[in-house]
């Protein structure tokens, strides 16, 4: 499960966020909307531990009942997903992927597990692509097997699908959120459409404060 509590944010003197709170269970989707500028993106990077800048914060992180906020961000186990993925350019599609495999996976065991994530993501033949020749869909396909062949306690998604034409937006969403639930992972995602919030999701609105 993943927790925040009483998260506040302030950018100099201003209160972007008052004791924001909620959670997450295993497999569950919780969307939060608001308006631009509003801290939503803020709130994603300390919960990833990268907020940078001018920015107070305050709160709790906790995810699988162990408190992260204090945590380097490597220690944290999320996954995480952006508008344009990045990856690295200088190197293959399947690099990329082993790259994200944790150290405890040894051996032919690694490229195994890669090129199974490859064919179940409808990319096979692409582990020696290189990511530069990647459709936009190709490309969001493989920075989500990124992010869960690290096998993530949590998945933080800031607007990962709004770049997508409607049809693979709405296939790419449901595989992202179909992997999610099968592997009991809980999911924060920002997004600006209503399109993107599952039926069975919770909505947060995230208010300018004041
Ligand atoms: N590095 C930074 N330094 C100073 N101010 C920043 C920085 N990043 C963002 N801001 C400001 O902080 C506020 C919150 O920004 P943030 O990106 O978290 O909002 P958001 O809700 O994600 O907006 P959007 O929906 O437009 O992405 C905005 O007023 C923004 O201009």
Do not use: Y
Request: charged share 20%.
């Amino acid at each position: 499960m993943l927790m925040v509590t009483d998260f506040s944010l302030s950018l100099r003197q201003t209160t972007l966020l008052h004791q924001v709170s909620f959670s997450v269970q295993p497999g569950e989707i919780l969307t939060l909307m608001g308006p631009s500028g509003s801290g939503k993106s803020s709130l994603f990077a300390w919960m990833a531990g990268a907020l940078a800048g001018d920015f107070r914060a305050e709160g709790e992180l906790w995810i699988n009942a162990r408190r992260c906020d204090n945590l380097p961000t490597e220690q944290r186990g999320l996954g995480l997903l952006f508008q344009d993925p990045l990856l690295f350019e200088h190197f293959s599609v399947g690099q990329n992927l082993l790259l994200a495999l944790p150290a405890t996976i040894k051996g032919d065991r690694r490229k195994a597990q890669v090129l199974d994530a490859l064919n179940a993501a409808e990319l096979e033949g692409f582990f020696h692509r290189d990511p530069a020749t990647l459709s936009g869909g190709q490309r969001a396909r493989v920075s989500l097997l990124r992010a869960l062949l690290a096998q993530p306690q949590a998945l933080l998604l800031d607007e990962p699908f709004s770049r997508l034409d409607q049809h693979l937006r709405a296939q790419f969403r449901r595989w992202v959120f179909a992997e999610a639930r099968a592997r009991g992972i809980p999911v924060v995602q920002v997004t600006h459409d209503e399109a993107d919030v599952p039926a069975d999701g919770c909505l947060l609105p995230i208010a300018n404060w004041q």
